[in-house]
């Protein structure tokens, strides 16, 4: 495994944000409170959105909650607010986007980090799926960006120098050349990248970036339940010959934080409007900005998942 002890990101990231007001849409678990962790940990304001509370939790069977997102972020000396939010309604988020106004007028970075995987039913046809289950994925996956953007875009453009993220899966040469084995996922996460691209383009004048940005293979919270291992066994339970689960392929996982330190990064460039239009992947910000994910490695699972294909294998070390 490559690490890379001289990493300049601590250093640029310290308060890089001070001032900043961002909203992170999907705060509750994963990448989404990382991203919300990191923005914070950086200096901005954060506004977390989720559905799940601890009066009303996860309906496919999450502990996590919006509030604990947000309680993190202070225990960690940041600040934060939460607000339940079921970014399928319109009128919640714009009461959202009203409460952030008032109190501060501004609004620098939207993240919409919600992905709707959960929803995904594996292994049918098209059509022979249940219609209605999978359009449950699109309104979770992609309607909630389009809904959120709608409504957010006026405060995002008030003030010059927005940037807005969408949290999506996939370089764009991946999914060019793969299907995601669900007609609902794969619509699902390819429009979220065209979303941003169109964005680009529109925001332009308003001196407003819009970017896609893709993790590799996340090592979320529910990815580590669903193998049974553990942040800190992860590594060697995946190249254990003696069990099925995490597949090896998992050796080559990131941590939710290497896409927040994407965000953070990307929202502390000055000449971040270079990127508008584009699908970015958390190790290309990696490497562009010189950060590491959490254990001091820099993994590239598309390149990964690439020489796979090509050569039947790789080690997951050489690229980390």
């Known amino acids: 495994m490559t690490t890379h002890h001289d990493s300049p990101f601590s250093h640029f990231a310290e308060q890089s944000l001070a001032g900043r007001v961002a909203w992170v849409v999907g705060a509750t678990r994963g990448t989404g409170r990382a991203i919300a962790l990191d923005l914070a940990r950086a200096g901005a304001f954060v506004w977390c959105t989720g559905r799940s509370t601890s009066a009303k939790p996860s309906d496919y069977g999450r502990a996590e909650t919006i509030d604990g997102t947000a309680e993190l972020i202070r225990q960690a000396g940041g600040n934060a607010e939460a607000i339940v939010c079921d970014h399928g309604d319109p009128d919640q988020i714009g009461r959202v986007v009203d409460r952030i106004d008032d109190e501060h007028g501004r609004l620098d970075i939207l993240v919409d980090d919600i992905g709707g995987e959960a929803y995904v039913s594996w292994g049918e046809k098209f059509w022979e799926s249940d219609f209605e289950a999978g359009m449950r994925l699109i309104r979770a996956g992609l309607l909630t960006h389009l809904a959120t953007a709608h409504a957010a875009l006026p405060l995002v453009t008030s003030t010059p120098g927005g940037l807005v993220?969408?949290?999506?899966?996939?370089?764009?040469?991946?999914?060019?050349?793969?299907?995601?084995?669900?007609?609902?996922?794969?619509?699902?996460?390819?429009?979220?990248?065209?979303?941003?691209?169109?964005?680009?383009?529109?925001?332009?004048?308003?001196?407003?970036?819009?970017?896609?940005?893709?993790?590799?293979?996340?090592?979320?919270?529910?990815?580590?339940?669903?193998?049974?291992?553990?942040?800190?066994?992860?590594?060697?339970?995946?190249?254990?010959?003696?069990?099925?689960?995490?597949?090896?392929?998992?050796?080559?996982?990131?941590?939710?934080?290497?896409?927040?330190?994407?965000?953070?990064?990307?929202?502390?460039?000055?000449?971040?409007?270079?990127?508008?239009?584009?699908?970015?992947?958390?190790?290309?910000?990696?490497?562009?900005?010189?950060?590491?994910?959490?254990?001091?490695?820099?993994?590239?699972?598309?390149?990964?998942?690439?020489?796979?294909?090509?050569?039947?294998?790789?080690?997951?070390?050489?690229f980390r």
């Open 165 to 318: 993220v969408e949290i999506t899966d996939g370089t764009k040469d991946y999914n060019d050349t793969h299907f995601r084995d669900s007609v609902w996922l794969d619509l699902t996460k390819t429009a979220v990248s065209r979303f941003a691209f169109a964005l680009g383009h529109e925001l332009r004048k308003a001196g407003t970036t819009a970017v896609a940005i893709t993790p590799g293979w996340l090592r979320s919270e529910m990815m580590l339940d669903g193998f049974s291992t553990s942040e800190e066994t992860w590594m060697g339970d995946a190249l254990d010959p003696e069990r099925e689960l995490p597949p090896v392929d998992f050796a080559i996982s990131e941590s939710p934080h290497l896409l927040g330190r994407s965000v953070v990064a990307l929202a502390a460039d000055p000449e971040r409007n270079r990127f508008t239009t584009r699908t970015l992947s958390s190790f290309a910000l990696a490497s562009t900005y010189g950060f590491d994910d959490v254990d001091g490695s820099r993994p590239d699972s598309w390149g990964y998942m690439t020489a796979r294909e090509e050569h039947g294998q790789a080690d997951a070390n050489g």
